[in-house]
């Protein structure tokens, strides 16, 4: 946060018609936000141009943030009445941070200064300057004031900093290991997703191979499902404004809507589906349920849109379209803890068949002092985080307690995971809601022949499908398990000669649940395998004329080990393929 202030502090010195706006530290390092008509003269630069364009000076920048860090300045920090704070930015001409303190309450207003520079910060802060030995300025953007399109355009610069040159080294290979890993990039190479202006931004087309990479993940989750006892259910992608104004996503979520369809029908408006949960309470009110009938597990893998602004949108992981792989489970009080334990369960089975070894459990509940934005009583609010407490403590999970980050109808308990290269990703999540049953006046009939209101546990493991596979890209590069590839295998015949044995050996395979093509081009082996190498199969596979007369199959592994030649093995009963041994192993 202190080199914030230090950015601040280097570019009032070198601007002539500046607005600093505010800073912050984000996930990994940094940011500070500047009007983007802003201009400044560098003593070395005797024109004027816009921040944009100074990707080039950032080492001049960050030689004069070093330069301020050596001088061993203390943050001091001073508590100020919300009267003097206007008056000190009026006199300064600076109309953002007046806005921004007109927001912020009297008494909880503070400054930091550093050497001769004074802003409007929060904090914390180390105690001074001297112990950044490490800067590197990242980048710059454009985004809008407030995030209001509507308003002026600031320029974001970011950077992050470190006590050694070495932690710096060490973090700019892992952005370049980043980069090679962006699930853009690889979707594109692999064929997995694509975008297009005319279908809309933020609204992913799957192609074959990423459809089926989908696919098999949905299957996946199916099946654990069905052995938990969940039934699928199936719901529309558009709701009557009514529904959300029930379930209180409306005002919650109105603003973040896509505008809403209206009919011939007068007064009558739909909303493309912002949630799945407000359709799977009327599924339940739809059918009498008896206290012996709970739980009832709903499962589906809803789509759901949400207008995201054009410049929040990025790749797979912000879109305005998107499928969660939702369920809500209706319980009773008394089953809250064990059904909460047993989805926990189910993410952990998931976090494990995808190789998610490194991850840490956040307990989110409500801000301590601000609770006019959540739904529901005080008494089922505690009851919810109580349960998810106790719930966390009996399977020995090391969680952090957030405040602030509930939802707003209920408690959650959020996986955040790490990646191969320790990025932290959020994926599953698990809610306690006492309130929606309530907004739906759900109900079933107890032991006592009276009516109970029943409880909803909201959960997906993989939050969505579109980001769960972008971060499952970016975890392993690309190089999916064998039995999540979409193309597990691929066929290299030398000549066309040796297609129809290339087909005989897809078939044999396919029947075993193992598939992929036959690259038929008209190319030589060595680009063959190239290009295999590129789209990451695992499997590759080359057939020429001696495995054709002895009935084998080349096999070589993604990554350029060579298995060898194998024999296609055969059951007594039948022709068909058993197994092929690879070198001793097994698919």
Not at 57 to 66: G, H, N, S, T, W
Not at 218 to 247: M, R, W
Not at 422 to 446: A, C, H, K, M, N
Not at 561 to 577: K, R, V
Request: net charge neutral; proline share 4%; aromatic share 10%.
């Amino acid at each position: 946060h202190r080199d914030l202030h230090r950015v601040d502090r280097r570019q009032r010195q070198m601007c002539i018609r500046d607005r600093i706006l505010g800073s912050g530290t984000i996930a990994i390092g940094f940011g500070s936000k500047f009007r983007a008509d802003s201009r400044y003269r560098d003593p070395e630069i005797i024109f004027l141009k816009p921040f944009h364009a100074f990707f080039d000076d950032f080492p001049k920048i960050e030689e004069k943030m070093l330069s301020l860090a050596r001088e061993k300045n203390n943050f001091i920090r001073k508590e100020i009445s919300k009267k003097d704070a206007l008056s000190f930015f009026n006199k300064q001409g600076d109309e953002y941070k007046v806005e921004l303190l007109n927001d912020l309450n009297d008494g909880n207003i503070t400054f930091y200064s550093q050497g001769n520079f004074t802003d409007l910060c929060k904090g914390p802060h180390i105690d001074n300057t001297s112990k950044i030995k490490a800067i590197k300025l990242l980048n710059v953007a454009g985004a809008y004031w407030k995030g209001d399109e509507k308003r002026k355009q600031m320029t974001r610069i970011y950077g992050v900093s470190f006590q050694k040159q070495k932690d710096l080294s060490a973090h700019l290979n892992m952005l370049e290991e980043a980069k090679k890993r962006d699930h853009r990039k690889i979707g594109k190479e692999m064929e997995l997703f694509t975008f297009s202006q005319k279908v809309g931004q933020g609204l992913p087309l799957w192609l074959p191979k990423g459809a089926q990479l989908r696919e098999k993940l949905e299957n996946f989750l199916k099946k654990a499902q069905l052995n938990a006892g969940y039934v699928p259910v199936i719901t529309p992608h558009i709701g009557n404004k009514d529904l959300y104004v029930c379930s209180g996503h409306y005002e919650k979520y109105g603003e973040d809507s896509f505008q809403p369809i209206k009919t011939p029908q007068e007064n009558e408006e739909f909303f493309l589906k912002p949630m799945n949960c407000p359709h799977h309470c009327e599924i339940y009110k739809s059918k009498q349920y008896s206290y012996k009938d709970l739980p009832v597990r709903f499962a589906e893998f809803g789509t759901v849109y949400r207008y995201e602004q054009s410049g929040e949108l990025h790749g797979l992981t912000r879109v305005r379209g998107f499928t969660q792989d939702d369920a809500h489970l209706f319980v009773r009080p008394d089953q809250v803890k064990d059904e909460f334990k047993n989805v926990i369960d189910l993410v952990l089975y998931i976090f494990r068949a995808l190789d998610f070894k490194d991850f840490k459990v956040q307990i989110s509940l409500r801000e301590k002092d601000n609770q006019s934005k959540y739904i529901g009583s005080e008494e089922n609010w505690e009851k919810a985080e109580q349960d998810i407490i106790e719930a966390t403590k009996e399977k020995n999970l090391n969680a952090v307690i957030e405040y602030g980050e509930a939802a707003f109808y209920g408690p959650k308990l959020d996986f955040m995971v790490k990646d191969a290269i320790g990025r932290e990703w959020q994926l599953g999540t698990i809610q306690v809601d006492y309130s929606l049953p309530e907004r739906f006046e759900l109900e079933y009939t107890g032991k006592d022949n009276n009516k109970h209101r029943p409880v909803m546990i909201h959960r997906a493991p993989f939050g969505s499908m579109e980001r769960f596979v972008a971060v499952l890209i970016e975890h392993c590069g690309g190089n999916f398990p064998l039995w999540l590839s979409p193309e597990q295998f691929i066929i290299l015949p030398i000549s066309e000669k040796f297609h129809e044995y290339a087909e005989n050996v897809r078939q044999l395979l396919k029947n075993y649940d193992i598939c992929g093509p036959i690259d038929r081009r008209a190319e030589t082996t060595g680009r063959k395998i190239r290009d295999a190498e590129i789209s990451k199969i695992p499997y590759i596979i080359v057939i020429g004329e001696r495995e054709e007369k002895e009935k084998k199959i080349t096999v070589r592994k993604h990554g350029g080990e060579n298995i060898g030649s194998c024999l296609l093995y055969t059951s007594d009963a039948a022709d068909d393929l058993l197994c092929v041994d690879l070198g001793g192993r097994r698919i």
